[in-house]
């Protein structure tokens, strides 16, 4: 029987998301953020949705600075070097968003928790600080062997996973390269929590070349719903082996989101267009500069 090819474009990709949903980002701070399918989701004004994360950046502030986003579940939204998170702080200061913090190893554990199909995550070692008191979320319960309390981390609970992958097959197979850190880890628990992974990745490869290499694959083609070839789908954020982080473009975007007025002229430049148009406007000579040396 012939399989069934989960090759879409993204815009059916982004389609899979709905409004209200809860979506984990993948990608590590500014890092290998699924950064294409972001934009897709701003494009068809997806409302109403809650991050629910571990260490965001610009996918959060971009998605809360278009208005897409309801709520936000996670341990920081920051831009690192580049500074805070302008939008992000905005709509905090003004009420706009929920917010729920977790501690950055406690939000990980949130998405094991899922993995292994529990509707939480026991933490010992709480006691004393403040978070237990500002998040609810979080109950505290006796051991039933020691006595002594313990806390209760709820599962994260994504509706629906999104990353961005070294290379993959049309039936969603995804892999990331021999020499891989943290968030290429990551992104591995990520997909485990859930069984609608949207994915895009820097390229296709024939199944075979999958074969040759079977220690790479990080999730498995069962678990995707769909996958699309997206080069360049971080930008402005790097892909390990593929492309560099684009420190122009972060300036540009962090200029552009002190105020409401100026964020909403670069929506109209960058996102309301399409894809293809974003990457034209960056231009082909920039984008072969952040090309990392032997990838195609």
Known sequence: MER???????????????????????????????????????????????????VNSLDADLLIGA??????????????????????????????????????MLSWDRFRADREGWPYWP??????????????????YKCPVTGKPVWAMPAAKPDAVIVHAY?????GNLQLPERHLLPQIQDADLVR?????????????????????????FSLSFRNTCIVEAPFGSHPTATLLATKEDEMHFREYVAAAKSKDTFDEYLKKYIYTTEEDYLN????????????????
Do not use: W
């Not at 075979?208 to 694959?217: A, L, V």
């Open 4 to 54: 069934t090819s989960k090759l879409v474009s993204l815009a059916q990709a982004a389609a899979n998301i709905h409004d209200g949903d809860r979506i984990a980002i993948g990608g590590f701070a500014v890092y290998q953020k699924p950064m294409a399918l972001v934009r897709e989701i701003v494009r068809q004004k997806k409302k109403d949705l809650t991050i629910v994360g571990i």
């Open 67 to 104: 208005g897409c986003v309801r709520k936000i579940e996670t341990s920081y939204v920051g831009l690192e070097k580049y500074g805070l998170a302008p939008n992000y702080r905005r709509a905090v200061q003004n009420g706009e968003i929920e917010v729920d913090y977790y501690p950055e």
């Open 123 to 140: 933490v010992y070692y709480l006691g004393g600080a403040d978070i237990v008191l500002r998040n609810k979320n979080i109950i505290e």
């Open 167 to 171: 290379q993959g097959d049309r039936y």
């Open 193 to 217: 929590s859930c069984r609608n992974v949207i994915a895009t990745v820097e390229k296709i490869v024939d199944t075979e070349e999958i074969k040759k290499n079977p220690q790479r694959t």
């Open 281 to 296: 406007q960056i231009g082909k000579k920039r984008l072969d500069s952040l090309k990392e040396a032997g990838h195609e």
